[in-house]
């Protein structure tokens, strides 16, 4: 009979094809390429997020104190024409208006002094005027015309365009 019981070789003879595998079984199980890019892309997705986060952030910052400024000038540009309005209010309350006229001037109107006298008598305007404003007793005066008639002695008077008096001087 045959003796189909196998002897135990030594380690170091280990036949080719054995040695081929014993490698693949000793070697930790290493990840598809494709696996290790997926692994890779979040690492590489989370720094390209954190530099677009930071761009971001530097753009805001940025904004912000462009708009800072904007604010700044604009407040100054108001305080700097609200200073000219107050300047320009101050000369024009401190100058005085000079109205120019074209052709002849007008003059002011003259003071006048009007006295009326007759056979030895006489009134001035303002003695009339008293002397009519004491006599009458009416509503108050608005209006006062005064007809001076020197041969009777008397002013003649109409207050308020309808009410008519007369008083001797």
């Known amino acids: 009979m045959l003796n189909n019981t196998k002897k135990p070789e030594p380690l170091a003879a280990q036949t080719a094809a054995e040695q081929k595998s014993t490698p693949k079984a000793e070697k930790p199980m290493e990840a598809p390429k494709a696996v290790e890019a997926k692994a890779e892309k979040p690492a590489a997705a989370s720094k390209t ?3 677009a986060a930071a761009a ?3 753009a805001e ?3 912000a104190v462009a708009a800072a400024k904007a604010e700044k000038a604009a407040a100054a540009a108001k305080a700097k024409a609200e200073k000219a ?3 320009a209010k101050a000369k024009a309350e ?3 208006v000079r109205k120019r006229t074209v052709g002849a001037r007008k003059a002011a109107a003259p003071e006048v002094k009007l006295y009326v006298q007759y056979q030895g008598k006489q009134i001035s305007q303002e003695e009339a005027v ?3 404003k004491a006599a009458w007793t009416g509503e108050p005066i608005k209006s006062m015309e005064l007809y001076v008639k020197p041969e009777d002695g008397a002013v003649y ?3 308020n365009g309808s009410e ?3 008083v001797t001087f």
Do not use: L, S
Request: glycine residues 4%; aromatic residues 4%.
């Open 49 to 51: 997020e954190k530099a």
């Open 56 to 58: 971001k952030a530097k």
């Open 61 to 63: 910052k940025a904004a």
């Open 85 to 87: 309005a107050a300047a």
């Open 94 to 96: 401190k100058a005085p």
């Open 130 to 132: 008293e002397a009519v």
């Open 157 to 159: 008077y109409v207050i």
């Open 164 to 166: 008519t008096g007369k």
